[in-house]
């Protein structure tokens, strides 16, 4: 069996264990993911909109200390909204759909 990490930490300072944060909702996620289970539309929606709107990473979830790496189901996307473009890391076309508010031009994933 091939161990897979949950999650790194990336502070100086002391944190908490990470099996004290078995139940929050990002770690559970991550186990659900290393597991190969199938996430739901939901499930999927909230790693995009915590993914995209977290100032410390582009790929991952920070949590009391603890970087939780979603960058295995990750695609990056550039998206043309208001004549301007930005980048942002999804999931699928979905789930960033709704996480974007407004109308959205177009949506090129860059390979």
């Known amino acids: 069996m091939i161990t897979t990490i949950i999650a790194t930490k990336f502070v100086k300072w002391d944190v908490p264990e990470l099996d004290a944060l078995k139940g929050s909702k990002v770690y559970q996620l991550k186990e659900k993911i290393n597991a190969e289970e199938k996430l739901s539309r939901e499930e999927k929606n909230w790693i995009v909109e915590n993914v995209n709107h977290n100032s410390y990473f582009k790929n991952a979830i920070p949590l009391r200390g603890y970087r939780f790496d979603f960058s295995e189901i990750l695609k990056t996307y550039i998206v043309k909204q208001y004549?301007?473009?930005q980048e942002y890391n999804a999931v699928d076309k979905t789930s960033l759909r709704a996480m974007i508010?407004?109308?959205i031009d177009?949506?090129?994933e860059v390979k």
């Open 106 to 108: 177009k949506i090129i």
């Open 101 to 103: 508010y407004g109308r």
């Open 83 to 85: 004549g301007s473009y």
